[in-house]
């Protein structure tokens, strides 16, 4: 539990980062990269894509999901 808390904060904040205008502080960030773990393991099932069970694996699972739902954010606020 508390290592998913770790990746998702990490992968929220990369993907603020990353996604310019997409971070919304820290807490939504973490939130986001917990969201985005969610998302990003259901879209990697999908496409038959395994980057493995160690934390780099985790973490760019965590990191593209929270980016895809940064950008979903992003639209929806517009």
């Known amino acids: 539990m508390i290592g998913a808390i770790i990746v998702g904060a ?5 993907a ?3 996604m310019r205008g997409g971070g919304y502080g820290f807490l939504i960030n973490l939130l986001l990269g917990l969201l985005g773990g969610v998302v990003g ?6 496409l038959g894509i395994e ?3 160690g934390w780099i694996g985790q973490t760019g699972t965590a990191l593209v999901g929270a980016i895809v739902v940064l ?3 992003s639209l929806l606020k517009k």
């Open 10 to 14: 990490i992968a929220g904040w990369l």
């Open 16 to 18: 603020g980062k990353i």
């Open 41 to 46: 393991g259901w879209l990697f099932g999908l």
């Open 51 to 53: 980057w493995g069970n």
């Open 71 to 73: 950008y979903i954010a």
